[in-house]
């Protein structure tokens, strides 16, 4: 991994996220990935190897998107 770019090392890491993601959030984890996709590759990595940051993360997404939601309703 450390030969690849910064952007094939996004699209790596993406690719691993995903399937975590979907896990506990299919219908949004298209949507949730790519929000975490604009954290840098250290913080990812790091989600990567602890499910509790990745699940902090991951909520702290679904609030925002939420919320976006919520906005856009009323």
């Given at each position: 991994?450390?030969?690849?770019?910064?952007?094939?090392?996004?699209?790596?890491?993406?690719?691993?996220?995903?399937?975590?993601?979907?896990?506990?959030?299919?219908?949004e984890?298209?949507?949730?990935?790519?929000?975490?996709?604009?954290i840098?590759?250290?913080?990812?990595?790091?989600?990567?190897?602890?499910?509790?940051?990745?699940?902090?993360?991951?909520?702290?997404?679904?609030?925002?998107?939420?919320?976006?939601?919520?906005?856009?309703?009323?």
């Open positions: 991994m450390a030969a690849a770019s910064p952007q094939e090392q996004k699209q790596i890491i993406g690719k691993r996220l995903y399937p975590l993601i979907q896990s506990t959030h299919p219908d984890a298209g949507k949730i990935t790519g929000m975490l996709l604009e840098d590759n250290a913080e990812l990595l790091h989600m990567l190897e602890s499910r509790e940051a990745l699940a902090d993360k991951t909520q702290e997404v679904v609030s925002v998107l939420r919320a976006h939601s919520a906005k856009e309703k009323s």
